[in-house]
């Protein structure tokens, strides 16, 4: 399987949202509008990689017996350093995320892919599959975001383009499952004709 | 394999450790900017750091602090930050800046988790809630929104949430009062102390102020006097506004609740009506007891607004008659005042025979809390009524 391969399966073919339908709480959560989604994914995807990068380097020192716990104990490792970053030198964004943050450790997008890939392959692919699954982990969750907040509240990106209030369910949670499942279907539909 | 967990879970300790010392001081820098960011939009200019020097109280059992803003060593305004429980989901935290005189200055939500693209516009720096109130004092204001007779214009379709920033308002308000006029009241308050220090007798001083703003109408100038009452000292509160006695705050106590002392503020208005009836301190069973600490329990709830004189102070049905008294090592000091004796001897228990009948609502599966609740404002109303007579 080449490198691209690698990086563009996690997007499209594997995409976790569209696709594997993994890590949906904090999806549902934090999409209420664009800039959230995308914080969001980004800091999903920082503790992918490199979640994938330290355990494809240990996995050989790692027993199979303990290699769950062990799993665990570096993400959530990862998942603090992350959030004392994010709380110190972006505290803009840590009040709009929230208890989203710490939530990634529990992530199973993450677990998925340091269990499926990152214990059995070397370090650049790792980071690559990592890199694919958070880059298709930020798309889905932006996607929901921008069309959550455009539908909601008339707004892009905190930009109003329509005057007026907007349909405010797709602020509210049940509008995100509403409009989480018509992206799989346009996304499935267009994959499949594309078949990419 | 216990090794490898072990070095594992070691060098993530060392790493989170050193990752924690470095962030810790950049957090807490982040964290003041944000509070006194929040500080300057919502007072008036000031150039002292109004974290110094806060003054913080309990009311209504909701956390609160006041920021004095200061000028030149002169005082410019105020900030408030308190919180509500009644909006739509979750606390309301507010920061509420007042001019010295009294008027609201600006007003910030720091915390809210109301609904998005409805109770959320109180997020909103020019929200239809913020603009009644700027510039205005909450005495000359009904503190209502306009649907409950007041006049503060409610968000539209979020009347709930407009209804539990008033209450955060009125709160900060109350806070405020207590604060500035706190100032005035404190010398007197610390005459005829005898036990505490004096730094104590400060602290206590300002936080029974906050009590008496917290159960009597607005006012401007508390004087503090001792009286004795059965022997024991009773601090009653003399609240006036522009000269005009508005009403009566009695501190008061009783030893005789489940578990530790109660200590009540109770307000009377001069006509001996009880305005209202804030918990100080309790230790009562939590989910029980201390249900006391809600501002609509059943007690505050029976006993407020009535006139003390035509209390009969006592739980409805409460004599009973019908449980045998199983340690009765003292005597209810209703008709011979308050005994001291017995008091040592442990757990005292109160039996139902004990709780003398009268016309007040307890509080259902806290008996004893109740008799004690009702015992302390009774001894409030006295001292309520001899300070009316001395005067």
Redesign the interface.
């Given at each position: 399987m080449g490198k691209i391969q690698i990086l563009t399966r996690g997007i499209i073919k594997d995409n976790p949202i569209f696709v594997l339908l993994l890590g949906l709480c904090p999806t549902l959560g934090t999409t209420?509008s664009a800039m959230n989604g995308l914080g969001m994914g980004v800091a999903t995807m920082f503790i992918l990689v490199l979640a994938n990068i330290v355990i494809s380097i240990?996995k050989d020192?790692?027993?199979n017996?303990?290699r769950i716990?062990?799993y665990i104990?570096?993400i959530?490792?990862l998942v603090?350093?992350l959030e004392?970053?994010i709380?110190?030198?972006m505290?803009g964004l840590n009040s709009a995320l929230g208890v989203f943050i710490p939530l990634i450790a529990v992530n199973c997008i993450v677990f998925a892919r340091v269990e499926a890939f990152a214990s059995k392959n070397n370090v650049v692919n790792s980071a690559l599959d990592g890199l694919g699954a958070g880059l298709g982990f930020t798309m889905a969750l932006t996607l929901l975001g921008v069309v959550r907040e455009m539908l909601?509240?008339g707004m892009f990106f905190g930009y109003k383009f329509i005057e007026g209030?907007?349909v405010?369910i797709f602020?509210?949670a049940p509008g995100a499952f509403i409009a989480l499942g018509f992206l799989i279907a346009i996304f499935r539909k267009v994959a499949k004709a594309t078949s990419i | 394999m216990i090794l490898c967990l072990g070095v594992i879970g070691l060098v993530s300790a060392v790493g989170l450790t050193l990752i924690y010392n470095m962030t810790k001081g950049t957090i807490a820098a982040a964290n003041l900017a944000r509070t006194t960011g929040a500080l300057a939009n919502v007072m008036p200019p000031f150039d002292n750091n109004p974290m110094e020097g806060a003054v913080e109280m309990e009311l209504d059992g909701i956390a609160t602090r006041v920021f004095t803003g200061r000028m030149d060593g002169r005082t410019t305004g105020f900030a408030v930050e308190t919180s509500t429980r009644l909006g739509y989901s979750g606390i309301i935290r507010m920061l509420v800046g007042f001019t010295p005189e009294g008027e609201v200055h600006n007003i910030e939500v720091l915390e809210q988790s109301e609904t998005p693209g409805l109770g959320d516009k109180i997020l909103h720096p020019d929200n239809v809630l913020v603009v009644s109130f700027r510039g205005r004092n909450p005495v000359d204001m009904q503190m209502a929104v306009v649907k409950d007779g007041g006049e503060v214009d409610a968000i539209t379709a979020s009347t709930v949430t407009s209804r539990a920033y008033i209450d955060a308002v009125d709160r900060a308000h109350r806070a405020f009062v207590a604060v500035s006029t706190g100032a005035v009241a404190l010398p007197s308050v610390m005459t005829g102390a005898t036990a505490h220090t004096a730094e104590a007798e400060t602290t206590a001083g300002i936080d029974a102020m906050a009590f008496v703003a917290a159960v009597l109408p607005v006012h401007n100038v508390v004087s503090t006097h001792d009286l004795m009452l059965n022997s024991e000292r009773m601090v009653v509160h003399t609240a006036q506004q522009n000269g005009v006695t508005v009403g009566y705050a009695v501190q008061t106590e009783s030893d005789e609740g489940w578990s530790g002392v109660i200590r009540l503020m109770v307000g009377f208005l001069p006509d001996g009506t009880i305005y209202d009836i804030a918990v100080m301190e309790q230790n009562e069973t939590p989910g029980y007891g201390d249900v006391i600490t809600r501002p609509d329990n059943a007690l505050a709830k029976s006993l407020r607004g009535r006139n003390a004189h035509e209390v009969q102070f006592g739980l409805r049905g409460g004599g009973g008659g019908t449980a045998a008294p199983t340690d009765v090592s003292r005597t209810r000091g209703r008709e011979g005042g308050r005994e001291r004796e017995g008091r040592e001897g442990g757990h005292r228990r109160i039996t139902l025979a004990d709780a003398v009948a009268g016309d007040v609502d307890g509080i259902t599966g806290s008996t004893v809390t109740s008799v004690a609740y009702v015992d302390a404002v009774e001894r409030a109303y006295k001292a309520f009524a001899a300070m009316k007579h001395l005067e």
């Open positions: 209420s240990f020192v790692i027993p017996k303990v716990p062990a104990v570096i959530t490792t603090t350093v004392l970053l709380k110190a030198y505290p909601g509240t209030d907007g405010l602020v509210l | -």
